[in-house]
Each structure stands twice: as C-alpha cells, then as structure tokens.
C-alpha cells in the first residue's frame, strides 16, 4: 500500500479548500509541505517577517472572500505570528494559521529546556476563534475541516493549527486518508425564517424615515447589490460602519460618508434602522444615544449570521438570523413583491444639501498655501490620479484620518483598513496581498511615516514577488496623533514624538523598488505618473505639513469614541 506523509495530506486538505496562495516563511520544519506544494498549483509567498504574513492572509480573505493561508515556523516564528492574529480576529477576517511545533518527544508538555519550545497552543487559544495541535497525522483531514468550518461560520475570524515537526513526517497509508469536499463538511450560507423576513418587510414599508447601517459582514457575504437594491427601492439613505466603505460607490445620491454631519443626523433621527452585518461596536458609538436614537423610539432591525453579536451591544425589535446575501435577497423580494419603487425627494435634498456643505468645508482645506504639501491636497491629488477601479489602503494616526476623508470609495472590498483594531504596520502587507490577489488592478496605501515603519522591509517582498503597489508616505518625522494629548497634559516636555528625518524613497531604491521625493502638491501627479509607468513596486515620499498634520478633520470624534460609555 502506497504512503503518504503529513505534510502532503496538509497540501492535500488546503488544495480541496481551494487554497492558491499560502504566506509563509520557508522552515525545515515543514519542508515536506514544501517539497511537494507546487504540484498542488499552490504559491508559497514569504513575507519578511511572519506577522506580515499574517497580514497578508487577513487582506487576502477580504478581497477575495476566501479564508487567507498562513504558516510560521515553531517557536520565534509562532511568536512572531501572533500579533497579526490578534488584529485579524478583532477585524473577523477568516484566515487559517498554520504553526509547526517541535516534536512530540520533547512538547506538550516542555521538558523544561526544549529549544525553541513553547505552549503554542496555549498562546494562540486567546488570539483566534478555535485552535487545536494535531497529534496524529491521521486526524489532519479531520482538523482541517474544522479549522475552515470555524473560520467561516458565524462571525469569521482566525483559527489555528498547531503540527508538531513530526507529523508533517509521519507517513500513514494511502486507505487512512479520507477527504471530501468542503461543501460536505462545511455551510457555506445560512438562510432565515420566513416569518422574520415578512416582518421586517413591514416594519420597512410603515417606517417613516428609515436608515441602513451596513457592516464589513456585507462585504464578507458579496451583498453590496442587495443593500443598492434595496435603498434605492424604497429611497433610504445608507450610512455604513466606518471599516465598510465601498458596499456603495459613494457619488451614489443615496450614500452619506459616516463621519459627516448628515451621517450623524440620519443615525439620531432615523426612526428605524436596518443594521446588517456589524457589531454596533465602539466605532459606532455602541449603537446608542446620544449618537443613535433612544432605543425605545428607533427601532432596529438587526441583521446578522452570528447569533452573538444580535443585540449585544443594543437591543433589537427584530433579529433576522442569516447571511446578509441570503436574507436581504429575502428581504427585497418581499418588499418588491408589497410595493413599488418609492421616492422621499424632500428628506433626501435636505441631507444631501448637508452633506454638500460639509464636503464644500472640507475642500477649502486643500488650498492651503502651506510651504509644504498639505495632507488634504495629498490625499485628493492621490484619489484624482488612481481610477474608480481600484483598491485602496490607509495605515497610520493622523494620516489615516486625512484619508479617511478625502478618498472617495467606489467599488467593493476596495478599502483596506484595520477599523476595529487600529493596528499600525498593516497597510504594506495588505496592499501587497491585494495586488497578488487581484494583479490587475491599481493598488495604492497611503501611510503615515511611523505605521510605514513598522513593516518597511516587506517592500523587498513586494519587489520579489512582483507586486506593484504605490505607497504614498507622508512625512512629518514624529508621531502627530500623539501630541495633541501630551501637549494638553504636559506642554512643557514633549516625550518620544520625534522621528529622526528618513528619505523613505532612498529606502525603497535600496530595496529595488522606484523611489521619488515630493515637496510641492504640483509634484504628486507626476511623481505618480512615474511611479506607476516603472512597473515596480514605489514609494512615493511627501514632505508634509507638519503643522497642519496634528489637527485632522474628525480627531475629535476618533477622540470621542474612546469616550462613549457602552
């Protein structure tokens, strides 16, 4: 009887899932994964360090809606792993985290003075959603299965294997292995009962300014033309958590950016809102007055395909139990099959004519006659340049503010953004990821100098692994989020906010990417002109206004939601 060891049963498992891409750094520990992964048409893309990796897998689920791969060898790289983790399950991305371990003889437990040993399991069991160690190679079909199932049910997030060095050796025979196909072992979408659908169907034709909240979970389940459909046969504005941008292109009449005032007012003075696919988390102001309307007077529906996260952190008048694709195709039927398509012309134009003098404020700030480039008239060069089509990623403080309101979304899981866990570093990472994803399409981060430091040599994987993305850094040389606080409560002693200066663009040709220096705003569509016509990875660094850097619009709010009592 023919053998086949672990490491090609794991190869086996991860093939069956679909799995193209696993982002991991090359360890002895599993190279009988490695030996043999080519001839299961999967890519191995190592990343400079194993919490990019990790990233990477977190950006990847998001763009393509499939569970991101990734692997770290025992020990140091287990540890180094972990943090991505961590950030992937605050941000529910389904990525499934695969960690070698030392042998059997000398693990689980230690035998105190095991090199590079530790209680991996232990360590990742707080970090993810579901993890186990794999004693057997026997049972790797079985936990794979596990693994996908627990990633992608209810709220996604990450899980973990932990495979101990001999296991991916271990040979079994051939009749031992046993796989089917995920379908089998895994629901790929959960519906709703029907009775619900009909009720929130009413609830939706008597309310009389009603609002749509939707989340990443729209996003996650490819629901964006559900949500579009439905808003616009009824004519009701949608307001999206902040990580869910793009669910709608956003010159669309019916949506309302979720940090301008015409936002904020369709959240208080709603009298119904339909929340599908979020948390209602802290971003959100919890969901609760003085940001919403009291709850005894605006009524929710709340849509979800976890039942944990319905009515958590708010109490709802309907919970609707489902994939949001599945329930709101439900949902718009019904509405559709009970009424024609409705027009509220008045209250429209009024938030419109809201969010128009908001918009009209914010571009008044771009014609700063600053010295150097203003971040306002930065991130709106950025946006006029790359097309409609294309992926955008933001990392850092106060930049991330800047971007968050200048850059205009017109497409879905079109924005990469660490919302629930703000975890700097992530942006080169994830746009790298997008790119190997989607090669074809234009994939530009705008960073802050500090996040871009973080994970810098990863720009060395981009150029190996033949991922063009633009990074736009800019530069202040200090941590401009965190002045403002020290300056209020200690003006006379600044503590560790200065950066020593970089040229960031002399950086990247040192890693053989294109590199340009900008001090002028008239600089940044040349400069981007160049950066993408050399087919390279580049970096592009802006000489920011620092002065203008400290005070981005909506620091107060980002300030406030720290602030808000649950």
Sequence with gaps: MAKVNGGEILLRCLSREGVRIIFALPDASYNPVLAKIR???????????????????????????????????????????????????????????????????????????????????????????????????????????????AATSGRPGPVHLDIPSDVFVQEIDESEVELIDPEQYRCCSWGCDQGCITEAAAMLLSASSPVIHPGVGVLRSGAWDQVAALAHHLSIPVVPSVGARGIMAEDDPLF?????????????????????????????????????????????????????????????????????????????????DQTAERHAEERLANMREMEKRWSEELIQLESSTSSTVHPARMVSEVRKFFPRKSIFVMDGGNTSLWSYNYYTIYQPRGFLWTSKFGHLGSGLPYAIAAKLALPDMPVCLITGDGAFGFNLPELETARRENAPVVVVVNCDSRWSMELPGQLAEFPDRIIGIEHHPVRYDRVAIGLGCHGEFVDAPDQIALALERATASGLPAVIHVAGDRDANVTPPGLETFAAIFSAAP
């Design 39 to 149: 001839e299961y048409n999967i890519r191995l893309v190592p990343s400079r360090h194993e919490s990019a990796g990790g990233h990477m897998a977190d950006a990847w689920s998001r763009v393509t809606g499939e569970p991101g791969v990734c692997m770290a060898g025992m020990g140091p790289g287990a540890a180094n792993l972990l943090p991505a983790l961590i950030c992937a399950r605050a941000e529910g991305s389904p990525v499934i985290a695969i960690t070698s371990a030392r042998m059997l003889a000398v693990s689980y437990p230690d035998r105190h003075g095991a090199f590079q040993c530790c209680n991996q399991s232990e360590l990742f069991h707080a970090a993810t959603k579901w993890n186990a160690t794999i004693t057997h190679a026997k049972r790797l079909p079985e936990l794979v299965e596990r693994a996908f199932r």
């Design 256 to 336: 309302f950016h979720p940090l301008s005032p015409a936002a904020f007012d369709l959240r208080v003075n709603s009298d119904l809102v339909v929340a599908i696919g979020t948390q209602l988390a802290e971003t959100d102001f919890w969901g609760k007055p003085p940001m919403w309307g009291d709850p005894s007077t605006q009524k929710l529906i709340h849509i979800d395909q976890s039942s944990e996260i319905l009515g958590a952190n708010r109490p709802f008048d309907l919970a609707l139990l489902g994939d949001a694709k599945v329930v709101l195709s439900a949902l718009l039927k019904k509405v559709q």
